[in-house]
């Protein structure tokens, strides 16, 4: 959200000059973004194309997969707020449900993002108790509608253990 639009329109710039080299025109553009927010990045990179290469907008698809049914309708509100985002309902499709039950072979060849997605992976959030120093990790938790919740524990997976004692570690000989 910070850099909008200039960080999607860096990463469409990218995209279609790769495009365009190795599969222009004989293969559409399929774009597949996992885990797509509020689907700002989605609206950047499609106002790009259709502003600066009109001709491979014409053959663009865009498809979010979105584990969260809220953000999936945030996702497809956003498609509709304004005129300008409007245009691009044809070449969108949300998809809503895991990556992990993804069930179809795509042959095509395609471009898959999921920026926010690695960061918000449970091993990456540590937190500590004030009092005591201790560390705590967060895990998530699906509840029977498939939406997600974070809670923290103080049991540490083996990634994490091993992090906090090579920093440890390091920190001592300081």
């Known amino acids: 959200e910070l850099f909008s639009p200039y960080y999607g329109e860096a990463l469409a710039r990218y995209l279609v000059e790769d495009y365009k080299y190795n599969f222009f025109p004989y293969q559409d553009l ?15 990179i499609l106002d790009y194309i259709r502003d600066v290469h009109p001709d491979v907008y014409e053959r663009t698809q865009y498809r979010i997969i979105e584990i969260s049914s809220q953000l999936a309708q945030l996702q497809q ?8 985002a409007r245009g691009h309902s ?16 795509i042959s095509s060849p395609c471009y898959f993002l999921a ?16 009092e005591t120093g201790s560390a705590y990790q967060s895990h998530v ?4 509608r498939g939406e997600l919740f974070e809670y923290y524990s103080r049991t540490l997976d083996p990634v994490a253990t091993q992090f906090l004692t090579r920093r440890n570690a390091a920190c001592e000989s300081y």
């Open 115 to 130: 920026l926010e997605v690695f960061d918000n992976f449970a091993h990456d959030a540590l937190k500590y108790d004030n």
């Open 90 to 105: 044809d070449k969108v499709e949300i998809v809503n449900r895991s990556i992990f039950d993804w069930n179809q072979y």
């Open 77 to 84: 509100k956003g498609l509709g707020h304004s005129i300008y």
């Open 141 to 144: 938790v699906v509840d029977p």
């Open 30 to 44: 399929i774009l597949y973004e996992m885990g797509a927010g509020n689907g700002t990045m989605m609206l950047n």
